[in-house]
């Protein structure tokens, strides 16, 4: 059993900030791309960042410059630190992983944490 736990959402004011973490826990043996997602009402998920094993990291051209994702390979955990919010950033944020449970490589995907940006 994999499991992937998103805290830190939550609501900000424009121009604020949060830092939202992912920890994974259970049976890993590896993890190689961790990444945040987000869904707003009436929206497809749309990835927001993403950063491999070794830290290659990428953005949606909507949050660079403003968002940074990082991640801690020994506490399997994965973060996303969000400045200059704006409206338009109000989402569900769903934490991603591509890893190794055993010999099984598969997606696994958090409930979501709420993120709501307005005044």
């Not at 992912?22 to 990835?47: D, H, V």
């Not at 953005?59 to 410059?65: E, I, L, N, Q």
């Not at 190794?100 to 005044?119: F, I, M, N, P, Q």
């Amino acid at each position: 059993q994999v499991q992937l736990v998103e805290s830190g959402g939550g609501l900000v004011q424009p121009g604020g900030s949060l830092r939202l973490s992912c920890a994974a826990s259970g049976s890993i043996f590896s993890i190689n791309r961790m990444g945040w997602y987000r869904q707003a009402p009436g929206k497809q998920r749309e990835l927001v960042a993403a950063i491999t094993s070794g830290g290659s990291t990428n953005y949606a051209d909507s949050v660079k410059g403003r968002f940074t994702i990082s991640r801690d390979n020994a506490k399997n955990t994965v973060y996303l630190q969000m400045n200059s919010l704006k409206p338009e950033d109000t989402a569900v944020y769903h934490c991603n992983a591509d890893l190794y449970s055993g010999y099984v490589r598969r997606d696994y995907w958090g409930k979501g944490t709420l993120v709501t940006v307005s005044s």
